[in-house]
């Protein structure tokens, strides 16, 4: 017996515990079924779920929930990452905490790796049991983390390979470098801020003309100290004759040259950049192309080194920034200072001002590496939905420079590269392998030391298609599981993870019997939207209007919080998420869960049979021909990646046909006498309730398995392995009489609103101009008509007076609606002509507003955005009291 009402809390629990102990997710079980294939992309260790998790992983556990009752073999393989930085940060600030004053340094590498690995144990991964409270059906037996045994093991032989291949070496060149966490990051683990600062403009003195000076530019004075040239547009007159001369660099005394490059922009600054290619991304090209000298003047800790005039050396890079400005105006070099509001890079971790440094590190050759990853989705072996993002991956892949693989850290994959004392350099998968190498080079007695620094964690999650499955040993599973099938991510990490994945799968995956066949990770990469606040604001902290999905569940519920994210999930419109519309979807829960005791209610139990049952009765006809059009629609719309459409398609045929509709053209069966027409009903009922709940698992699983099992208590199996209906092209034909039927109810049901007829009152419908099979329609729905359009009766006539009524189409007949004696026609047009007044100046005055050019260009964006759909929502609702009023 079902509770009279749905409570989320009652079963969530219960099911995902169900599923997971029985082994419900897990591949594998079905031998002979085609394999289909998801990786989640592996959260932090550290993270805790936020909206996007739940976005991403809705959309997977939806797709992968479809896939399985399609009778697929379905792998979604979980696991979580490292997080270098993030999770050695966590565990440095829990021993600051503690407040023992003892530091990493003092603990040692060793001991502290141990201590970071002791907080794993006890509290990483709590991400894994929020997404289990989601709902995410993956296969949790096989879940993998990035510096889990097998994944060092592949990881250890993805960089040997490399770097014996050519394709990874050690290299000077310019990283991120954060001053406060003393290592390099990647371009994500950046956060571009808008600060206000200055352009400084210096005069430098021409050392081959006394008194004549070229005046540069620059927000960042500190770094002159490493200049190394000034460079100016080839083409720009003013300075082509100093082109190949020199300036005296003030403060140092060093000659740079002046040299000519198309970056430096006349029409930016003073058109003269001051080039310092140990300390700036765009310089650091510069310096390469003119084979300029590269002179870092900044140490770890961003402070100025023994390479600087002695005066600034140890004098962090702002305090010689001071000094520097004070120094160059003493020297009369400084013109003028302008305010400038600018973008300056941070470090998301560490919170301080990013260091372009030139330091030592560890590179992948991405470019040869992206060469055939690029080829794959030229070729159409890897689709991106929506097609769009092709064009931001190209662009990216296109233009890609080497990869900074090294990280200055402790918890990671420690590089496997060990030097002698000579420099010499031995990558191996093991020290002893390195040893080995070493006395076959240098003899016996060799010492090696191991590099210190550990791999990017991009690194090892760019293998996450198939070092989850065993590589690099040649396993039943890799053969059988990869390529995946399909990828779900987000836009941001396009370049992080997705291009890299592609590089690293297309590598290493090749088919050793066909090696120059592009054999790619995956052959769809989905690209999800970003979730936004009820006003399209990005979510932040510092906004305060950070949504958090843990809350919606234990309020709402998991399943009205899935079905939301995914019925907003359009292609390629972000998502403006409110708690209104997830109450919405709890409503319509609890809307399926009382249509369920409605049919408990009337002795309507699940079937017995996948197929449908035989039906007489047009409104059975007709409901099992709306089930073959709901089941195609929703199966071409995931095939698509049309999540919102394949929501809506259950959504209106769950409320509006089956609960608003045809429970109510059944009730009349059930008050009857005829049993014949009772037990059909309820075997039609019962059958499509049943492929309800199949069709609207993948989206809400814990309800729909509830009602599975309360509305027929001796399944044979649970609702996840069940399967999808399949479309009966003949069913889907059956019921225009019906659909006529809810036509015509419905026509009459909406004037009936806009006019504001009294709910009591009821009106004779007559119907002008029907043909032979609406006559017969009339006849044979007048009870039903009378009794859902409110009617005396519905009749068709040869003409009809048109004074005081109202007209409306259906079909190809016109039903006047006699309404001159059932309410005050005059004081309903004034009630609509004041209706349309007051609605035709409020869109007036938003067409004002947004015809302003200053408010669209000031004003944030999503407060036009609401303005334009303000707008829209008014127009319509005039264009309604205009057909009101035309009806009158």
């Not at 250890?156 to 000077?172: A, H, I, M, N, S």
């Not at 990051?185 to 006394?210: C, R, T």
């Not at 890079?345 to 990853?373: K, M, N, S």
């Not at 994959?413 to 080995?436: L, N, Q």
Request: net charge negative.
């Amino acid at each position: 017996m079902l509770d009279k009402t749905y409570t989320p809390a009652d079963i969530e629990a219960k099911w995902y515990e169900h599923w997971e102990s029985t082994g419900a997710f897990e591949c594998g079980k079905r031998k002979d079924a085609e394999p289909y294939v998801i990786v989640m992309p592996p959260p932090n260790v550290t993270g805790n779920l936020h909206m996007g998790h739940a976005l991403d992983n809705s959309l997977q556990d939806a797709l992968v929930r479809f896939e399985r009752l399609r009778g697929k073999d379905v792998l979604w393989q979980p696991g979580t990452d490292h997080a270098g930085i993030a999770t050695q940060m966590v565990v440095e600030r829990q021993m600051d905490a503690e407040g023992s004053n003892v530091s990493r340094q003092d603990m040692g590498r060793e001991a502290f790796i141990e201590r970071v690995w002791k907080w794993k144990a006890e509290s990483g991964g709590a991400i894994t049991t929020q997404l289990r409270r989601l709902g995410a059906s993956c296969d949790w037996s096989r879940e993998a983390f990035t510096m889990d045994e097998p994944r060092s093991k592949a990881v250890l032989k993805k960089f040997v390979q490399l770097y014996k291949e050519g394709l990874l070496y050690k290299d000077q060149r310019l990283v991120n470098w954060d001053p406060k966490l003393k290592t390099a990051i990647s371009d994500l683990e950046v956060e571009q801020k808008e600060v206000d600062g200055h352009f400084w403009h210096f005069n430098y003195p021409i050392a081959e003309e006394e008194g004549r000076f070229i005046e540069i530019a620059t927000t960042r004075p500190e770094t002159m100290l490493g200049d190394t040239a000034v460079a100016v547009h080839p083409e720009d007159e003013r300075f082509k004759d100093l082109i190949g001369k020199h300036v005296k660099l003030p403060l140092v005394g060093r000659l740079i040259r002046i040299v000519g490059d198309e970056h430096a922009d006349p029409e930016q600054g003073t058109g003269a950049l001051k080039v310092t290619p140990a300390h700036d991304f765009n310089d650091f090209e510069i310096g390469k192309r003119h084979d300029l000298e590269m002179i870092n003047i900044f140490d770890r800790d961003a402070a100025v080194n023994e390479n600087a005039p002695e005066k600034y050396q140890g004098m962090d890079r702002f305090e010689a920034r001071k000094a520097i400005v004070a120094d160059m105006d003493a020297a009369g070099f400084l013109v003028k200072v302008v305010p400038h509001r600018h973008m300056v890079p941070y470090g998301d971790r560490g919170g301080v001002v990013i260091e372009p440094w030139l330091t030592e590190q560890w590179y992948v050759d991405a470019a040869t590496l992206a060469a055939p990853a690029i080829e794959a989705v030229e070729t159409g072996k890897t689709n991106f939905i929506p097609k769009n993002w092709e064009k931001t991956y190209f662009e990216w892949m296109r233009n890609i420079q080497p990869w900074c693989v090294s990280r200055q850290l402790w918890w990671g994959h420690r590089i496997p590269a060990w030097y002698a004392a000579d420099g010499s350099v031995f990558v191996e998968e093991t020290e002893e392998a390195a040893y080995e190498a070493a006395r076959a080079k240098l003899g016996e007695g060799v010492e090696l030391t191991q590099d210190p620094d550990v791999l990017d964690t991009w690194f090892s999650s760019a293998m996450w298609p198939y070092s989850t499955l065993g590589w690099p040993e040649d396993t039943a599973t890799v053969k059988k599981y990869y390529p995946n099938s399909t990828l779900i991510t987000g836009f941001d990490i396009i370049f992080f993870w997705v291009a890299r994945m592609m590089m690293s799968g297309i590598h290493f995956m090749a088919d050793p019997e066909n090696p120059e066949e592009i054999r790619v990770p995956f052959k769809n990469v989905y690209i999800h939207a970003l979730v936004r606040d009820e006003h399209g604001a990005k979510m932040s902290k510092s906004k305060g209007n950070v949504i958090d999905p843990l809350e919606f569940i234990e309020k709402y519920g998991a399943d009205a919080l899935r079905f939301t994210l995914i019925a907003m999930e359009a292609q390629g419109r972000d998502i403006k998420l409110s708690e209104k519309r997830v109450e919405g979807y709890r409503n319509f829960a609890t809307k399926l869960w009382n249509a369920a005791r409605f049919c408990e209610m009337n002795e309507i139990a699940g079937s017995d049979s996948a197929e449908a049952p035989d039906a007489t009765l047009a409104v059975n006809k007709w409901i099992i021909g709306e089930v073959a059009k709901t089941t195609a629609a929703i199966t071409q719309a995931f095939d698509a990646f049309r999540f919102n459409d394949s929501a809506d398609a259950i959504y209106h045929f769950t409320w509006g046909t089956f609960c608003d509709w045809y429970v109510e053209l059944i009730k009349p069966v059930f008050w009857g006498d005829d049993e014949a027409a009772k037990a059909e009903t309820r075997k039609v009922a019962g059958w499509v309730l049943d492929q309800i709940l199949v069709l609207l698992h993948p989206f809400m699983p814990f309800i729909t398995e509830e009602l599975w099992h309360a509305t027929k208590a001796d399944r044979p199996y649970d609702l996840i392995h069940a399967a999808w209906p399949v479309v009966d092209e003949a069913s889907a034909t059956a019921g225009e009489d019906v659909n006529w039927l809810i036509r015509f109810i419905g026509e009459i049901r909406s004037t009936r609103a806009e006019m504001n007829v009294p709910a009591g009152a009821k009106a004779t419908a007559l119907v002008v101009g029907a043909s032979e099979g609406t006559k017969a329609r009339l006849t044979e729905f007048q009870d039903m008509l009378c009794r859902l359009a409110r009617l005396e009766k519905a009749e068709a006539v040869d003409a009809a007076d048109s004074k005081g009524a109202a007209q409306l189409v259906v079909d190809e007949a016109t039903v006047y609606l006699p309404l001159a004696d059932l309410m005050d026609l005059d004081a309903e047009k004034a009630r609509l002509e004041k209706n349309l007044e007051k609605l035709s100046k409020e869109a007036g005055a938003l067409k004002g507003r947004l015809g302003n050019e200053k408010f669209v260009a000031k004003a944030p964006a999503h407060v036009v955005a609401e303005a334009r759909e303000q707008l829209v929502d008014l127009e319509a609702q005039a264009e309604k009291v205009k057909a009101a009023l035309a009806r009158l």
